[in-house]
């Protein structure tokens, strides 16, 4: 496919996350705390199934990287008085849900793990922000934010592995990304509307 990485960007920019209104109120400090416990118990079940999507896509390595990562959420969920739980949301079930349909196929699951690595880094950055800004009350473990701030290398391997399978494959990891992508926002608007009463 003629630029590979145009194509996957333009997928991931109709989502792009840093415009969800949850992360943008996340970023100017009105974001209830409610809704934050919220985000660390629900989204927390996606993050737990990175290592899992890694290990599909190929990269032993990094999932076991991964798997401490996910202990690293956990402690942020705890320090904000919260812990990752089943998911009540039907939108992060259908999130987690597209994650296992795309296992069973090494070229979705290089794209949809692109529409989440890809955004990673600025949106980790984005958070840690507003967290060490807006809600120092929190004593929050950062470290989860602090470590993904700079992981551009993640989105670099995927597009690298993507270069090398067939075009047909190729157009299979774009569309996993804008539907992963799509799922990522579904669930922080999911999230977003929780607590309204």
Same mark, same amino acid.
């Given at each position: 496919?003629?630029?590979?990485?145009?194509?996957?960007?333009?997928?991931?920019?109709?989502?792009?996350?840093?415009?969800?209104?949850?992360?943008?109120?996340?970023?100017?400090?009105?974001?209830?705390?409610?809704?934050?416990?919220?985000?660390?118990?629900?989204?927390?079940?996606?993050?737990?199934?990175?290592?899992?999507?890694?290990?599909?896509?190929?990269?032993?390595?990094?999932?076991?990287?991964?798997?401490?990562?996910?202990?690293?959420?956990?402690?942020?969920?705890?320090?904000?008085?919260? @812990?990752?739980?089943?998911?009540? %949301?039907?939108? /992060?079930? +259908?999130? #987690?849900?597209?994650?296992? =349909?795309?296992?069973?196929?090494?070229?979705?699951?290089?794209?949809?793990?692109?529409?989440?690595?890809?955004?990673?880094?600025?949106?980790?950055?984005?958070?840690?922000?507003?967290?060490?800004?807006?809600?120092?009350?929190?004593?929050?473990?950062?470290?989860?934010?602090?470590?993904?701030?700079?992981?551009?290398?993640?989105?670099?391997?995927?597009?690298?592995?993507?270069?090398?399978?067939?075009?047909?494959?190729?157009?299979?990891?774009?569309?996993?990304? @804008?539907?992963?992508?799509?799922? %990522?926002?579904? /669930?922080? +608007?999911? #999230?977003?509307?929780?607590? =309204?009463?």
């Amino acid at each position: 496919m003629h630029n590979l990485r145009q194509s996957l960007d333009v997928s991931i920019t109709c989502w792009n996350l840093l415009n969800h209104p949850f992360y943008r109120s996340w970023s100017d400090g009105t974001l209830p705390v409610e809704d934050l416990k919220c985000y660390a118990a629900e989204y927390g079940n996606y993050i737990a199934t990175i290592a899992n999507s890694w290990r599909a896509a190929g990269e032993a390595e990094i999932a076991t990287e991964e798997e401490t990562h996910f202990d690293m959420w956990n402690k942020f969920a705890k320090s904000i008085g919260t @812990e990752v739980r089943r998911p009540l %949301l039907r939108e /992060t079930k +259908t999130l #987690i849900a597209l994650c296992s =349909e795309c296992g069973s196929d090494r070229a979705r699951m290089l794209g949809s793990l692109y529409a989440f690595e890809a955004q990673q880094p600025h949106t980790a950055a984005s958070k840690q922000q507003g967290l060490e800004k807006f809600y120092p009350q929190l004593c929050a473990d950062d470290s989860y934010f602090r470590v993904h701030m700079n992981e551009h290398h993640e989105p670099e391997i995927l597009l690298r592995r993507m270069e090398t399978i067939s075009l047909a494959d190729q157009w299979k990891t774009v569309d996993a990304c @804008e539907k992963t992508a799509r799922a %990522l926002w579904d /669930t922080l +608007t999911a #999230i977003d509307r929780a607590h =309204e009463v």
